[in-house]
């Protein structure tokens, strides 16, 4: 994707928002994923990708792509790039997802609007908040009334 004044943003927003997916991929071990990927076993890398995002958001927001690649070799640590789609309401995100021996990292091949407006600060905002609307949101039970 060509990189415009708005990307470097909205690669943030989306970082904040999928972290804690990527923090349970990473739990993964890392010759499993890139097995699955060299074997092509595309529909098991779906349901990891899935049970990772469902403890987070609404079913169906954050899919596994169309592939991957990784980096595996002799003299250092491997690295995995997973191929996402994040379709919050009214957004549809194409990303690759980087996961590391430390860390992990989004790049967004392409994003839609599905109704986008002639501001780009308003797509960016209706981004960040059709994300934070596709998470679930943590409730407590009410606390019982001293008698």
Aim: with cysteine.
């Amino acid at each position: 994707m060509k990189k415009s004044d708005h990307s470097m943003e909205r690669e943030k927003i989306l970082a904040e928002a999928i972290s804690p997916v990527a923090t349970e991929l990473r739990l993964l071990d890392a010759g499993d994923l890139i097995s699955l990927l060299r074997m092509e076993c595309y529909g098991n890398l779906a349901d990891l990708v899935s049970s990772a995002a469902e403890l987070y958001f609404h079913p169906g927001t954050v899919n596994f792509g169309a592939g991957g690649e990784y980096t595996l070799e002799w003299s250092g640590a491997p690295k995995v790039i997973l191929d996402l789609e994040i379709k919050p309401r009214g957004v549809s995100v194409y990303a690759r997802l980087t996961l590391a021996d430390t860390q992990a990292g989004i790049e967004i091949d392409h994003i839609a609007f599905h109704d986008p407006s002639e501001d780009p600060q308003e797509n960016t905002a209706f981004l960040q908040t059709s994300l934070r609307d596709a998470r679930f949101v943590k409730t407590y039970p009410p606390m019982a009334l001293a008698s």
